[in-house]
């Protein structure tokens, strides 16, 4: 399988984690999204949307990160990661949902403001975004908080929905978003960043850096 990714990106690291987590091989080729290559007419034939992650599975392609989640899990045979009974698939999908629409965008803003313009030569922060990402995420934040309660993990054992957050969660961290004030949802990250999928993903982030 060949992954079009960024080291950066945490929707790219996820699927790198996950096929580390049960030693599935990505051939990686790696598209410099800050010079805009995820959006060439190329890359939009093989997703319009003109973004990363993009998975090819001979003649499969695949976009939406979360979704290559379930099929690596499910292609390496790994059911205790990407469940099937109706109860624990809805209960992936509810982080996975919640995820995508309400835990990554404040980080996005924040990132994009703080790191992101940085690197593409864009300028100051915007200070009125940061402060409205900052409190949308302490929303949010609060919200793992007190989901995670007593568990491990977000469904209680690992599932693929540890790994859609965590990047995000990882990069929350970096980008200056105060998570340690979490200390269950700290706690959870650092069990997550402590697996050798997400060292060997997050190392090479930092190696590009
Ligand atoms: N929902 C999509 C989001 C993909 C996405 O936003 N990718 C970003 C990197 S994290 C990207 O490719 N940005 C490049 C661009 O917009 O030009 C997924 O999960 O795959």
């Known amino acids: 399988m060949k992954l079009y990714q960024h080291p950066f ?5 996820k699927v790198v984690a996950v096929a580390h987590e049960v030693g599935v091989p990505l ?3 790696t598209v410099e999204i800050f010079k805009g290559e995820a959006r060439t007419p ?3 034939a093989k997703n319009p949307n003109g ?7 001979g003649d499969f392609v695949l976009w939406e990160s979360t979704a290559m989640l379930a099929y690596i899990a499910a292609k390496a045979g790994r059911a205790d990661l990407a469940p099937t009974t109706p109860r624990e698939r809805a209960e992936v999908d509810r982080w996975t ?3 995508g629409a309400h835990f990554a965008p404040p980080i996005r803003k924040v990132s994009f403001e703080r790191i992101v313009k940085k690197v593409m030569g864009l300028g100051a922060p915007d200070e009125a975004a940061v402060k409205g ?3 949308e995420f302490a929303a949010q934040a609060s919200v793992l908080e007190q989901s995670l309660g007593a568990k491990e993990y977000l469904c209680g054992r690992l599932t693929i929905a540890d790994f859609d957050l965590a990047p995000y969660a990882a990069l929350a961290a970096s980008c200056g978003l105060d998570f340690e004030a979490y200390p269950k949802a700290t ?3 650092d069990r ?8 060997k993903t997050l190392a090479a982030a930092r190696e590009a850096a």
């Open 9 to 13: 990106s945490p929707n790219c690291q």
């Open 27 to 29: 051939e990686l080729a």
């Open 42 to 44: 190329a890359m939009r």
């Open 51 to 57: 973004k990363l992650p993009i998975l090819e599975d």
């Open 97 to 99: 949902s919640w995820q």
């Open 133 to 135: 990402g900052i409190s």
């Open 187 to 189: 706690a959870w990250l």
């Open 192 to 199: 997550m960043t402590a697996r050798d999928s997400m060292k």
